[in-house]
């Protein structure tokens, strides 16, 4: 059981992948408690990430920390998940074996906001009020 997960994006502090991430996790996990870092682009993302990681895993505790990155973001022409996960895979190497167990990879292909388009019910949901349903 994960009882803390640390989550790694690309996005700017409280943006959207930030927010359904924890929204995901919440549903998917009540009691897990979420550590989010939001490095603001992918490129912060490959350069950071094995810093970022092992201060999740040891200041905050984290048992699993998930690195998470679009594949297309609209300023670069898109590469592949596997390139781009060898890329990171490099940058985490200097950890020790049992830091580098403790952290996932998730290449999304298509933007996370994707994701919502594809469950309205989710939208709805999240969106309506006790006093105000929305359709």
């Not at 996960?85 to 292909?109: R, V």
């Amino acid at each position: 059981m994960i009882r803390k997960l640390g989550i790694i994006l690309e996005c700017d502090a409280g943006g959207p992948d930030e927010l359904v991430f924890k929204c995901l996790v919440r549903r998917l996990s009540p009691t897990t408690e979420v550590v989010t870092r939001s490095l603001g682009n992918k490129l912060a993302v490959e350069e950071r990430c094995a810093d970022v990681a092992e201060a999740l895993i040891d200041k905050d505790h984290c048992d699993l920390v998930l690195i998470v990155w679009d594949l297309k973001p609209l300023w670069k022409k898109p590469g592949s998940c596997i390139t781009e996960t060898n890329n990171i895979n490099a940058k985490l190497e200097g950890l020790p074996n049992a830091k580098q167990s403790k952290i996932k990879l998730l290449c999304i292909t298509h933007e996370l906001e994707t994701w919502l388009l594809a469950d309205q019910s989710a939208i709805r949901e999240h969106l309506s009020k006790p006093t105000y349903q929305c359709k």
